[in-house]
Nanobody, 123 residues
């Protein structure tokens, strides 16, 4: 089992950057595929990005491709989401999630979740 804690959210203006972190506990962190999801008010939780256990493959939602970068540091049990050129429509609570098999886009297939961090982008 793995416990996840997100940090790095905040209030920024359109065009700014933020880097989110997801710190994990547990000695088997490197065996998990990881993902970032987000949920805006009144909307369903949606996929943002995912990364394989070794960091060799990454996946992005079309809405963030070219602006966001997912990465991980297995030595320090941490995952990151670098968000550039932020837009007001990126405003949401961002969650990190983990699963033991290959990453995918399905929010319901991830059994482990953090508590979320708020990102607000003003226009």
């Amino acid at each position: 089992q793995v416990q996840l804690v997100e940090s790095g959210g905040g209030l920024v203006q359109a065009g700014d950057s933020l880097r989110l972190s997801c710190a994990a506990s547990g000695r088997t962190f490197s065996s998990y595929s990881l993902g970032w999801f987000r949920q805006a008010p009144g909307k369903e939780r949606e996929f943002v990005a995912a990364i394989t256990w070794n960091g060799h493959s990454t996946y992005y939602a079309d809405s963030v491709k070219g602006r966001f970068t997912i990465s991980r540091d297995n030595a320090n049990n941490t995952m990151f989401l670098q968000m550039n050129s932020l837009k007001p429509e990126d405003t949401a609570v961002y969650y990190c999630a983990a699963r033991t098999t290959y990453p995918n886009y399905d929010v319901y297939s991830y059994p482990y979740w953090g508590q979320g961090t708020q990102v607000t982008v003003s226009s």
